[in-house]
């Protein structure tokens, strides 16, 4: 009797605990899905006032209560695209380097440690250093090219987007060059190709996925990153005129201003870019993602 | 067709540039180490992290307030994210195949996608309006949604590496399921676990942007987990853009003590998981 007892709530404990574990999952969902709907309840003001004229207008205007997202957007693809151009060379080096010729090993190590610690580094630190080192150089630079000396500005942004998005890029890559098969290799090198001609002929060909994988992920982090950008940019709210002008992203004119913000169309409309900000980085992480998992099948 | 001399040389330089350039690259993290370093070391001491700030211009001071904030917050993450994120871990090593399973993953990697701003606003809207005030709570909200992915993955993978005769064992011995995963199958990953748990850390030890308009910040010491509070980031970028030459020192000063701890939690974490 008490044995079958015992018997009885030990099946229920394997039920309880199954339902547990799928209710930890729903609610997964339910958060992420919750966070969207916030979102999109929190900017229903600006999307009924602004609709989608929003992303084309280039006034942002607290005391006329006018808000437009273009110059934010703006400033955002472009820090974005130039951060990616600039850590691209030192990706594409590191990748060959670290998944090629130096795959074992104390050398190796370091390198990989110091190529891929500074993604460990927080923004904020990031940005403080921009500041006081990397703003200086930049006005001196400026100085020399005859442009108005701000220091701060999207180019100043994007050169520390690239330091802190450059570990990604490299680190995917270099895994998808590590799976590349030692038969192919030898193949190449059977027919006589130089380490080289394997390298450009036969793995970056077939690393390519990860490589792109890495590069659109990287781009992912771009777009989103807050502190250092907030920092360095500038804070001007038209659109830049050249990339030596300073400007805002979408994140930097939310960090600044929300919690200033008075007014329910001004707090909505930051909210209104905030759900912006994550659908463009949910794509750009989901096509990502998509890559990578394309390759691992 | 070119010599094969000439080939030979050729393929020899280029992987003398590439490593040239890989060098490189590294040259932007040992700047920021050695100006951290130079500029942070000396105001380090024992006044400096046993005391509150004291008012501008007047000597000494410290930054208890920001050491103790940042603990308290982490710790909220932990107690938030760290049970939810193991049973969703759970679950997507037991039912890997199932379409709930797919969509949840996708879920978690959406999740590690989201702008740490963006989170801060939904902390913001969850916490912070219904309270009408800033508090450690709504910061450490924030913090644990953005550690939560980090927790599910890492467990999922370090369940599904272990084998699965250890999990047949415990149930032909007669292990009821819900035993056998947290008895058997939960220690044996606990090493994984616990590694993916201070990566979470390290990830969100530093962050600033989501605990601007949640934990707000705080110049007084505070344990209220319902009252704002500071943090080292918060302070360093508080401090970072005043016009203060002291307060940049303190900045520095944080950002050495913040920046040697993330880092050694990271590579703490890279020799766990290079281990496996």
């Known amino acids: 009797m008490a044995s079958q007892f015992i018997k009885k709530l030990e099946l229920n404990k394997d039920k309880i605990f199954n339902l547990l574990l799928v209710s930890s999952a729903f609610s997964l969902l339910i958060l992420g899905v919750g966070i969207f709907l916030s979102l999109l309840n929190a900017s229903s003001l600006a999307l009924k006032k602004f609709g989608f004229s929003f992303f084309s207008g280039s006034e942002w205007d607290p005391v006329s209560e006018e808000f437009g997202a273009l110059p934010f957007i703006y400033g955002t693809i472009l820090t974005s695209l130039i951060s990616l151009l600039i850590s691209l060379p030192f990706s594409l080096a590191i990748i060959i380097v670290l998944g090629e010729y130096f795959k074992k090993g104390i050398f190796a190590e370091i390198l990989r440690y110091l190529t891929e610690l500074i993604a460990g580094v927080p923004s904020v630190v990031l940005g403080f250093w921009g500041l006081f080192f990397l703003v200086p150089i930049m006005r001196e630079i400026e100085i020399k090219l005859g442009v108005t000396p701000y220091g701060v500005g999207i180019l100043t942004a994007s050169i520390i987007l690239a330091f802190m998005i450059l570990p990604y890029s490299a680190s995917i890559g270099k895994d998808a060059m590590r799976l590349v098969p030692n038969e192919l290799k030898e193949a190449a090198f059977a027919l006589g190709a130089t380490r080289w001609e394997m390298i450009k002929k036969v793995m970056i060909p077939y690393a390519r996925s990860g490589i792109i994988a890495g590069v659109i992920l990287s781009l992912g982090r771009a777009l989103g990153e807050t502190m250092a950008v907030t920092m360095v940019i500038g804070n001007y709210h038209g659109i830049p005129e050249n990339i030596f002008s300073p400007g805002n992203t979408i994140a930097s004119i939310i960090a600044n201003e929300f919690t200033e913000a008075t007014g329910e169309v001004y707090l909505s409309s930051l909210m209104y870019l905030g759900l912006t900000l994550f659908l463009i980085t949910t794509i750009v992480n989901l096509i990502g993602r998509l890559i990578l998992k394309r390759l691992q099948h | ?276």
């Open chain 2, 1 to 276: 067709m070119q010599s094969y001399t000439f080939r030979i040389a050729k393929s020899k330089i280029i992987s003398v540039i590439l490593t040239l350039v890989t060098l490189v690259s590294t040259i932007p993290f040992l700047l920021v180490l050695y100006f951290i370093v130079k500029n942070g070391i000396s105001v380090i001491n024992w006044e400096f992290i046993t005391h509150l700030p004291t008012p501008v211009g007047e000597p000494g001071g410290g930054i208890l307030n920001a050491l103790v904030g940042t603990v308290i917050l982490i710790f909220i993450a932990l107690i938030l994210s760290v049970p939810f994120g193991v049973l969703v871990g759970i679950f997507l090593a037991e039912k890997s195949g199932s379409k709930i399973s797919f969509f949840v993953r996708m879920m978690s990697e959406i999740l590690q996608g989201v702008p740490s701003i963006v989170v801060g606003i939904i902390a913001y809207l969850w916490v912070v309006k219904p309270m009408g005030h800033f508090s450690a709570l709504s910061g450490g909200v924030a913090l644990g949604i953005m550690m939560l992915p980090v927790i599910i993955k890492s467990t999922e993978e370090i369940l599904k590496l272990i084998p699965v005769e250890i999990k047949e064992a415990s149930l032909a011995l007669g292990v009821p399921y819900y035993k056998t995963i947290l008895r058997v199958m939960l220690p044996a990953g606990l090493s994984g676990i616990l590694s993916g748990i201070l990566a979470g850390i390290a990830r969100i030890a530093g962050e600033t942007a989501p605990l601007l308009f949640t934990a707000f910040g705080n110049p007084f010491l505070n344990f209220n987990i319902l009252k704002p509070i500071s943090a080292m980031s918060l302070l360093i970028f508080n401090y970072a853009i005043s016009p203060y030459e002291d307060w940049w020192a303190k900045a520095w000063g944080a950002s050495c003590i913040l920046v040697f701890f993330v880092l050694t939690l990271n590579v703490i974490t890279r020799i766990i998981s290079s281990r496996k």
